[in-house]
T-cell receptor, first 114, second 115 residues
Framework: QQQVKQSPQSLIVQKGGISIINCAYE??????FPWYQQFPGKGPALLIA?????SEKKEGRFTISFNKSAKQFSLHIMDSQPGDSATYFC?????????????FGSGTQLTVLP | KAGVTQTPRYLIKTRGQQVTLSCSPI?????VSWYQQTPGQGLQFLFE???????NKGNFPGRFSGRQFSNSRSEMNVSTLELGDSALYLC??????????????FGPGTRLTVL
C-alpha cells in the first residue's frame, strides 16, 4: 500500500518535445507529491510538488497534473532541452510514526536528444 | 547556505566488515533521513532522526543503524557487510520533518562498494 509505481523506465525525446512521466499510488493517506530530478553523481533535488487538492501546478516548463480519483499524477516537461537529461523520481509523502516519510517511484531516465 | 554534506564520497569494503557513513545537514535543519539507492530497488527509506531520536524506520535488517548528535549531524552504520549492501547511501535534511511542505534536501551520497 505504500508503493508508488512510475513509468516509463526510460524515455527519449527530441529537443523541443514534451516529456511525460506517469506515477500511480494506492495509499490515500499520502498528502503531498513531490518530483525530484537527479543528475549523475548528485543527490536528488526537488523540482516541483503538488498537494492532492490541486489538479495542476505549473512552474516554468514543468507541470504536474494530478487526478485524485484515479490516484495518478504525472510530470510534463514542455520544450524539453538536453540539459533536462536526468533521472526523474516521483514521490509521495506521508505522516507516519511521528514524522514525514517519502516513498519514491522507481525512476525514469530521460534523454533529450539535441 | 552550505548544502548537505556526506563523507566519505566513496568507500570500498569487503564482506563481513562494518562501515560508518557521516552526514552534516543544512545549518538549522534538525531532521535527517537516510536512504539507500540501488538500480534494482530504487530509493528506499532507511530511517529518520530528529533531536537525537529515531522517529521512523524503514524495512531494513538490524545491521543498519544510525544515530544523531546534538548538532544534528548524523551517522549511519552497517555491520557485517553483504554484497547486496553495495549502493549509494543518501542523506537528506529538512527543517523539522513534520510540515507537509517541509522539503527534504539531499546530499551527494556515499557510494559504498562491498567486495
Amino acid at each position: 500500500q505504500q508503493q508508488v509505481k512510475q513509468s516509463p523506465q526510460s524515455l527519449i525525446v527530441q529537443k523541443g518535445g514534451i516529456s511525460i512521466i506517469n506515477c500511480a499510488y494506492e495509499n490515500t493517506a499520502f498528502d503531498y507529491f513531490p518530483w525530484y530530478q537527479q543528475f549523475p553523481g548528485k543527490g536528488p533535488a526537488l523540482l516541483i510538488a503538488i498537494r492532492p487538492d490541486v489538479s495542476e501546478k505549473k512552474e516554468g516548463r514543468f507541470t504536474i497534473s494530478f487526478n485524485k480519483s484515479a490516484k495518478q499524477f504525472s510530470l510534463h516537461i514542455m520544450d524539453s532541452q538536453p540539459g533536462d537529461s536526468a533521472t526523474y523520481f516521483c514521490a509521495a509523502s506521508l505522516f507516519i510514526r511521528s514524522a514525514r516519510q517519502l516513498t519514491f517511484g522507481s525512476g525514469t531516465q530521460l534523454t533529450v536528444l539535441p | 547556505k552550505a548544502g548537505v554534506t556526506q563523507t566519505p564520497r566513496y568507500l570500498i569494503k569487503t564482506r563481513g566488515q562494518q562501515v560508518t557513513l557521516s552526514c552534516s545537514p543544512i545549518s538549522g535543519h534538525r531532521s535527517v533521513s537516510w536512504y539507500q539507492q540501488t538500480p534494482g530497488q530504487g530509493l528506499q527509506f532507511l530511517f529518520e532522526y530528529f533531536s537525537e531520536t529515531q522517529r521512523n524506520k524503514g524495512n531494513f535488517p538490524g545491521r543498519f543503524s544510525g544515530r544523531q548528535f546534538s548538532n544534528s549531524r548524523s551517522e549511519m552504520n552497517v555491520s557485517t557487510l553483504e554484497l547486496g549492501d553495495s549502493a549509494l547511501y543518501l542523506c537528506a535534511s529538512s527543517s523539522i520533518g513534520l510540515a507537509v511542505t517541509d522539503t527534504q534536501y539531499f546530499g551527494p551520497g556515499t557510494r559504498l562498494t562491498v567486495l
